[in-house]
């Protein structure tokens, strides 16, 4: 005969947290956070050329004035430590434990100490958004107003990628603003053209005075500039599409995640798409009306991580901070959000790797998190 067991639900409640998965003890917690009267801080990029070393950044503003800072830690993020630069940086790319690239609307700057020491490359061209390097000689950077450039000396000097000025489209209003490459051979840069809509003020939705939702996403075109042979050729290609790609990332495999953001009123803010390097499909893979994904990131293992902020309400778009959220898929397709410091809130949110696996993120709002266990 069985034997029915009834639990008390108090019992129940706390067997499912004892023998819940692994994952769900895992949590964003805060490693620094600026938080000063009459100032702030907006991170711009974090990156970790070692398990140890991590370089954020951005700018303080400070009475009116913005000021380029670097936030950095040698302990893993027990300790960080601010720093004044010259230049506003824009972006950061590191080789290797010590030779790292910082982009900013003056130039690029070199380092090879992990970024103790910053030197301006006196040559390197003006108006970029990143780089990206192959290795310490070969290396690309893309920027504002059609700009795509190649070196081979480390950045010293700089020519124009051709490829870049084929399609045909004001520079004025033409943006490569992403660059990734699968392996040391296949490589792309994204990019858009958005020129303005007849008699748009330019003002975003949150100033406009008409209902935001009337301002509908229109459909542009997307620019794509790809590699098979580590940059030696690029290839252009354009379509037109709504939203713009704004980040993407790839395993060894060919397989990646790409994300497109919405600039006005849509179905959703953003959405994520599952793409394969070799055929070139793409699938959807998360969409929600609620959450605007702000940055995409895969692991070795194959698990991605979504991040930006909670949407409440209809407006998409704001400069005012909201919740932060992250959410993990170990197949790429069902995602859970993840459990988050309840101060994090940003307008964006960035996901970054350390060369030990620890995963970290950073918010405009000037906010470092690590994910704990």
Not at 17 to 33: D, G
Not at 123 to 149: E, N, Q, T, V, W
Request: proline share 6%.
């Amino acid at each position: 005969m069985k034997v029915a067991v009834i639990f008390p639900f108090g019992l129940l409640a706390l067997l499912s947290i004892l023998y819940a998965p692994a994952f769900c003890a895992e949590k964003w917690q805060v490693s620094y956070f600026y938080d000063k009267d009459k100032s702030s801080l907006v991170i711009n990029d974090l990156q970790f050329p070692t398990r140890a070393r991590g370089v954020a950044a951005g700018y303080m503003e400070d009475k009116g004035e913005s000021k380029p800072v670097s936030v950095t830690t040698d302990d893993g993020g027990a300790h960080w430590t601010v720093s004044k630069l010259k230049q506003i940086p824009i972006s950061l790319f590191f080789l290797n434990d010590k030779l790292g690239w910082m982009v900013t609307p003056e130039g690029i700057w070199h380092t090879v100490d992990a970024g103790r020491e910053w030197r301006e490359l006196p040559k390197s061209p003006k108006l970029l958004m990143k780089a990206h390097f192959l290795d310490a000689a070969r290396g690309f950077a893309i920027g504002a107003h059609k700009l795509a450039y190649q070196t081979e000396d480390g950045g010293k000097t700089w020519k124009p990628i051709a490829a870049a000025a084929e399609p045909h489209t004001d520079p004025e209003h033409t943006v490569y603003n992403n660059i990734t490459f699968v392996d040391g051979k296949t490589g792309l840069i994204d990019g858009f053209s958005l020129p303005p809509r007849p008699g748009d003020t330019g003002q975003p939705d949150w100033l406009a005075t008409q209902d935001s939702t009337t301002r509908r996403e229109w459909p542009h075109l997307s620019i794509m500039l790809d590699t098979r042979d580590g940059g030696k050729t690029w290839k252009p290609s354009t379509a037109s599409m709504f939203g713009r790609i704004s980040r993407t990332c790839f395993l060894p495999d060919g397989r990646g995640l790409g994300l497109i953001e919405f600039t006005d009123a849509f179905k959703w803010p953003s959405e994520v798409h599952l793409l394969d390097g070799g055929s070139g499909k793409s699938d959807i893979v998360y969409n929600a009306t609620d959450r605007a994904i702000t940055d995409v990131l895969l692991q070795p293992s194959g698990t991605g991580y979504l991040a930006g902020v909670e949407v409440l309400g209809k407006l998409q778009h704001t400069p005012i901070p909201r919740k932060v959220k992250i959410l993990k898929s170990e197949d790429l397709s069902e995602w859970r959000e993840m459990d988050v410091d309840y101060r994090a809130s940003a307008v964006r949110v960035m996901l970054r790797a350390a060369g030990d696996g620890s995963l970290w993120a950073a918010t405009d709002t000037g906010m470092i998190l690590k994910l704990a266990e």
